[in-house]
Each structure stands twice: as C-alpha cells, then as structure tokens.
C-alpha cells in the first residue's frame, strides 16, 4: 500500500503519533491505519509489531471471530502496515457480572483456538533460574529490607529461594494456549453487535492460560475496579465448557495466578521498590507471601 496516495483526499485524524513508533490515523471516521517504520523504532520492538501483522493476516483468513475486521496487513523488511475498520470501546466504568461473562467467553475463544504457524515453535515457557540469579534477586530484597530496618522478616523470603525452581517447574505444567499478551480493557472494542473483540496483538504469544486473567484483573485493580478472582475463574472455566466441552479447574487456574505473582515478584519487584516508603514495600511483600500461602508452594 502507498500510504500517501491511500490517505490523499481522505478525512484523516491523527490518533497517536510516534509514541511507541507507531503512527496511527482515523480514517473517514471508519477504518485505523497503523504504519510502523523499523527505523523509527528501538530494540526488538519492530518484531513485535509484525507478529501483531502475521497474528492479523493468518486470523482474518480464516474468518476468527475475535479479532477487527482486517482490511489490509502487510509486513516487509523495514515497514508494517495495518487497516483495519473502527470500532467503539464498551463502557467498563462498570463492570458487572454481564459483561464479566462476555469478556470470559471472548478469553476462551482466544486461548482455545488453533496456534498460529508462526507461533507454533516460540513457546514462552519461564526459565529455571541459575544459582547466581537466585542470589541475586534474594540480596536485591535484602537491600530493600536495609532500608527500613526490623520492619521485615526475611527468613520467608530465603524459604521461598529454597525452592523457585521447584515453583517455576510446576508452573511451566500450565495448559499452554494463545494468549494476548497484554489483555485490558483499553483493548476491548465492540461491534454493531454488541461482541466483543481484542485489539493490539503485540504481545501475542504461547503463554500458560491463567496469564491473560491475571493481567486482566490486575489492571482493573490498578484501576479502581475490583472483581472477585473466584468468580472470574468460574466464568471463564463455564465459557470454556460451552465451547468444546473441555472441563477445567478454576481452583488450578487460580494457584496457576497466585503462583506466577510469587514468581514475578520475588524476580523483579526488589528493582522497583527501592526508596519507596515500608507501607509500599509492605504491601508487595505481604500480597507475595499471602499468594504462596494460598497456593500452598
């Protein structure tokens, strides 16, 4: 496509600009454009935009359900190009038990549809950690305990280094499916219709599947909004029953989401908590040591 001659004499509205190296247009008040050049970007971040692009193209044709009306993805060496028609947003400034159902059903339809080709070898299954990283993350929240001296009890901390690999093990035992990799209610958008479908595929990947309903909550925590994570469990284990009949433990689900945060945060939480007051530090490690209890690890 020449993005030029396709946007001559057409209404076109700048969404964003730049940020995240993506430019993004409305245009005549039906369609997005996504135009994404390599050397506006850095890192790997061009990567992630074209498995965004082949996520489109391998969906769209084969009529997937849950995805935009694609009407152009094209992805070369340099340069990424998605058109796809405009949509609204559904109102999530309450959410209740309607919706919940709608957004568990649309989360089964994803993970339960067939992997991609291209994803079919790039499984993202979590590495055991060597002894030098143990160490490592154990002395990182070592030093944010220094910081605020006798308020916290790190003898947990070590019973949980003791065994991590034995907790990353038995988490890589998750049923392994398509996830979206960044699923929130800002990528949410409904259809005449009133379904539900999921944008910006970036993050795409072949992911455990309670992934995507721990990120989902805790982005509406982060939010103001609280769910009960039984709840959703049981709807999304409902919605994939009345798929394919597949039964599913929303308990393991559950342990599957308490686990993987004891995991995250042990990791990485001691990078981002330094000079942060104790009620912050206190906060994140109590949620870790509550989650280990109740996934019994």
Same mark, same amino acid.
């Given at each position: 496509?020449? &993005?030029?001659?396709?946007?001559?004499?057409?209404?076109?509205?700048?969404?964003?600009?730049? #940020?995240?190296?993506?430019?993004?247009?409305? &245009?005549?008040?039906?369609?997005?454009?996504?135009?994404?050049?390599?050397?506006?970007?850095?890192?790997?971040?061009?990567? =992630?935009?074209?498995?965004?692009?082949?996520? !489109? #193209?391998?969906?769209?044709?084969?009529?997937? +359900?849950?995805?935009?009306?694609?009407?152009?993805?094209?992805? =070369?060496?340099?340069?990424?190009?998605?058109?796809?028609?405009?949509?609204?947003?559904?109102?999530?400034?309450?959410?209740?038990? #309607?919706?919940?159902?709608?957004?568990?059903?649309?989360?089964? $339809? &994803?993970?339960?549809?067939?992997?991609?080709?291209?994803?079919?070898?790039?499984?993202?299954?979590?590495?055991?950690? =060597?002894? @030098?990283? /143990?160490? #490592?993350?154990?002395?990182?929240?070592?030093?944010?305990? @220094?910081?605020?001296?006798?308020?916290?009890?790190?003898?947990?901390?070590?019973? /949980?280094?003791? *065994?991590?690999?034995?907790?990353?093990?038995?988490?890589?035992?998750?049923?392994?499916?398509?996830?979206?990799?960044?699923? $929130?209610?800002?990528?949410?958008?409904?259809?005449?219709?009133?379904?539900?479908?999921?944008?910006?595929?970036?993050?795409?990947?072949?992911?455990?599947?309670?992934?995507?309903? +721990?990120?989902?909550?805790?982005?509406?925590?982060?939010?103001?909004? *609280?769910?009960?994570?039984?709840?959703?469990?049981?709807?999304?284990?409902?919605?994939? /029953?009345?798929?394919?009949?597949?039964?599913?433990?929303?308990?393991?689900?559950?342990?599957?989401?308490?686990?993987?945060?004891?995991?995250?945060?042990?990791? !990485?939480?001691? !990078?981002?908590?330094?000079?942060?007051?104790?009620?912050?530090?206190?906060?994140?490690?109590?949620?870790?040591?509550?989650?280990?209890?109740?996934?019994?690890?």
């Amino acid at each position: 496509m020449d &993005i030029n001659a396709f946007l001559c004499g057409r209404d076109v509205r700048e969404i964003r600009v730049g #940020q995240s190296g993506a430019d993004v247009y409305e &245009i005549d008040g039906e369609m997005i454009l996504k135009h994404v050049r390599r050397d506006a970007l850095e890192g790997d971040k061009f990567d =992630t935009y074209s498995r965004e692009a082949l996520f !489109y #193209q391998e969906k769209s044709q084969k009529g997937c +359900s849950y995805i935009p009306e694609i009407m152009d993805a094209e992805v =070369t060496e340099d340069e990424i190009i998605i058109l796809m028609r405009k949509y609204d947003m559904p109102a999530l400034t309450d959410v209740d038990d #309607q919706i919940l159902d709608r957004i568990a059903d649309l989360l089964a $339809h &994803i993970h339960y549809d067939e992997i991609p080709s291209f994803l079919k070898d790039a499984d993202d299954e979590m590495k055991l950690m =060597t002894d @030098d990283e /143990i160490s #490592q993350c154990l002395n990182g929240w070592k030093s944010v305990f @220094d910081e605020h001296p006798g308020a916290f009890d790190i003898e947990p901390l070590e019973a /949980i280094a003791e *065994k991590i690999n034995e907790i990353i093990s038995w988490h890589g035992t998750e049923k392994r499916v398509i996830t979206h990799g960044d699923f $929130h209610r800002e990528n949410l958008l409904t259809d005449g219709s009133g379904a539900l479908l999921i944008c910006d595929w970036q993050g795409v990947k072949v992911a455990g599947e309670s992934e995507d309903l +721990s990120f989902f909550m805790s982005r509406l925590s982060a939010d103001g909004i *609280k769910i009960d994570p039984k709840s959703f469990a049981e709807k999304y284990a409902k919605a994939v /029953i009345e798929l394919n009949g597949e039964t599913i433990d929303p308990e393991l689900i559950l342990k599957h989401i308490d686990v993987s945060n004891v995991i995250t945060t042990f990791m !990485y939480w001691h !990078y981002f908590l330094h000079g942060n007051p104790e009620e912050r530090v206190r906060e994140v490690y109590d949620k870790m040591m509550t989650d280990a209890r109740n996934s019994g690890v």
